[in-house]
């Protein structure tokens, strides 16, 4: 029997369900291994050596080389994970966020000091705004 | 007998602690995040509770992928603050309670609960931050802490319910242990937000606010929320806010709101926070 998946019909948000956990473990303990400094620093000489030695799909290392979050998510990217490669970045999780919704970061900011994104709209794939 | 004194919820959100250890909690943008709490540090100091019960959640930091436990009780003599990729917070080396710990472990064991037992852990922000909301930056925290990590990051993550069953589980372990201690219960984490996806900054005050209308006087209501409601109405990282019934369990049934405070936004997220103290 599949997994039952309620959340499915809810826009523009990926459950970190078992599938994804699943499909995302090397991408994700690749993030975790950023949390050591002299992994950083190996990644920042030779980014693509680095990830060529994490056993993951080309699409996930093509995603993180593109620092492509959405790309990461949809293949098994968690934002907690993903999290110690902006980090490393010296980038926040307004940077990442707002780079997923596709606005300029100041327009994402300028949207949370005005209360943030509206739930109206936002609660059912094809939903009237 | 150790009683159960008080109860604190709050949001955890990581760019608060930098912002505290930078000293920038003055500036407009901040000025009314903090203000909200200079209720609880003056009411804290009164209280002087001896042991802080601290449910939260690690952020991909102590845990993995490689093991994901459900719910886990820190037994360990000292957590220290851990290095989530920015060099570890400024803060005070954490001081467990491992006799009290050891207790609740077995007792609520013994009640059917599931409980991972963990002697070496370092604790990340979903921890420290609401130390540093409340107690400030003083040298040592000022009693000592039982973390409670939940997990609310890889599906399937716990439901409300079983989360409210697990506190007043918490509660009868508490009550049953020998030695004379004041001993409060934090929940922590939320309000709504979200971080990923073409959804993320999504902010539902309306919600939120119906939320902390029930936690004092009808958390029965709010433990039959399911996940998918979470995710609809508070976005997939608002989710957290299950962690907080687990406080809720642990007071009893009658609780009186001391202190509440809300506010939008603090980066992505939606601050709450309450003080309940416990009535029976
Ligand atoms: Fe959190």
Redo the contacts between chains.
Sequence with gaps: MALFKPYADIPGTTVFDADMARKGYHLNQFCMSLMKEENRQRFRADERAYVDEWPMTEAQKQAVLDRDYTRMIANGGNVYFLSKLFASDGKTFVHAAASMTGMPEDEYKEMMLRGGRSPEGNRYIGEKK | MARITAGVTTSHI??IGRVIDTGETETPYWKPVFDGYDFTKRWIEKEQPDVVFLVYND???AF???MIPTFAIGCAEEFPPA????GPRPVPVVEGAPELAWHIAQSVIEQDFDLTIINEMAVDHGLTVPLSLVFGQPDAWPCRIIPFPVNV????VPSGRRCFKLGKAIRTAIESFDEDLNVQVWGTGGM?H????????????E?DKRFLDRLADNPEELAEI???EY???A???GIELVMWLIMRGALGDKVKELHRHYH??A??T?VGHMVLEAVD
Aim: glycine letters at 10%; proline letters at 9%; hydrophobic letters at 30%.
């Design positions: 990581p760019l952020h991909a930091t993995d992928m490689r290095d989530e990729g920015y990051v890889v599906y399937p709504s979200q971080l990923q996806g073409t959804r993320a900054g999504l902010i539902n005050q919600w399911p996940h998918v995710i609809r109405e976005g997939s990282e939008v936004p980066s992505n939606a």
